[in-house]
């Protein structure tokens, strides 16, 4: 009986050694590999000036589509195509233009999340700073909360560092999701697409 439960006491001890050394190893493994990605995205991120993509963009259950400029900081083009509708910030403003009914609409920009995200320095920021809240083999999400926005997630390709996309919520308590594809980085953009018009001028 003695030499049964010494049997026993050292088949515990071997087994739990065993669990915590494959947890030893899977965390050691997965905090090199954010270290690695983390370093990866900031050193990519540094040298990016300007991006232009397509996107998919979900407010509540409406989904629109178009393509996008960003020339950091602060500017940003969007055309939505089938709603004959532009979006534009010149660093200080965000106009909703309905091309349509020849209507703009002024917003300021640092009451948005857009004032976040147009600076590619709070990015950098986030990513030194934040651990992300998810992450697996394809997408890292870090969150972040601001008393103008409330929260704000952003999504990275784990494999490109990549921008895909993030998610919050609008003022009418929406929840925006805008998803990011056909990255180009660093495409010439001229300065004169990120002007505002008055009403009337378009």
């Known amino acids: 009986m003695l030499e049964k439960g010494k049997f026993f006491r050292f088949f515990l001890t071997k087994k739990l050694n065993i669990i915590f050394l494959t947890f030893f190893l899977l965390f050691s493994i997965n905090s090199f590999a954010y270290a690695n990605f983390k370093e990866k995205l900031i050193t990519k991120y ?37 709603k004959e509708k532009s979006i534009i910030t010149n660093g200080k403003i965000l106009a909703i233009m309905k091309n349509k009914y020849k209507k703009i609409y002024y917003y300021p920009l640092k009451k948005t999340p857009l004032f976040f995200l147009l600076n590619k320095e709070n990015i950098l920021n986030v990513v030194k700073n934040y651990e992300p809240i998810y992450s697996d083999s394809n997408i890292v999400e870090y969150e972040l909360t601001d008393i103008d926005f409330s929260v704000l997630n952003i999504f990275f390709d784990k494999k490109s560092v990549e921008l895909l996309g993030w998610k919050t919520v609008d003022a009418y308590s929406n929840n925006v999701d805008f998803k990011i594809k056909n990255v180009r980085i660093n495409v010439l953009i001229k300065n004169e697409i990120f002007k505002i018009p008055m009403e009337g001028d378009f």
């Open 46 to 82: 540094k040298t990016i000036d300007t991006l232009q993509f397509d996107f998919t963009q979900k407010i509540g259950e409406k989904v629109e589509f178009g393509s996008c400029y960003i020339k950091y900081p602060l500017l940003m083009r969007c055309e939505y195509p089938e």
